[in-house]
């Protein structure tokens, strides 16, 4: 099993950066897949971005080359950096962890408030 606890929500100005940590209670270098989905109001809940134990990255259209997810084994944490954020990027962000033979756990979940 893992605990997830994400940090680094907040509100920002269109057109502006934020970072979003998750930081997990065990080492997550055996971990397949890491990644952050987000949920609007209103909507289902999207994938933004994922990244694998073997280092390759998948990202949502929408926020393809605006958004970054990183993780860093040594600090057990991944990381998704967002730049020129947009209103329709308003979401609570979950951190999740698909480990093999347990499933996936989630995170309590970020917001994250674009607006002016």
């Known amino acids: 099993q893992v605990q997830l606890v994400e940090s680094g929500g907040g509100l920002v100005q269109p057109g502006g950066s934020l970072g979003l940590s998750c930081a997990a209670s065990?080492?997550?270098?055996?971990?397949?897949?890491m990644g952050w989905y987000r949920q609007a109001p209103g909507k289902e809940r999207e994938l933004a971005a994922s990244?694998?134990?073997?280092?390759?990255?998948n990202y949502a259209d929408s926020v393809k080359g605006r958004f970054t997810i990183s993780r860093d084994n040594a600090k057990n944490t991944v990381y998704l950096q967002m730049n020129r954020l947009k209103p329709e990027d308003t979401a609570v962000y979950y951190c999740?962890?698909?480990?093999?033979?347990?499933?996936?756990?989630w995170g309590q979940g970020t917001q994250v408030t674009v607006s002016s």
């Open positions: 999740y962890a698909d480990i093999s033979f347990l499933g996936r756990y």
């Open positions: 065990r080492n997550i270098f055996s971990i397949n897949v």
């Open positions: 990244t694998t134990s073997g280092g390759s990255t």
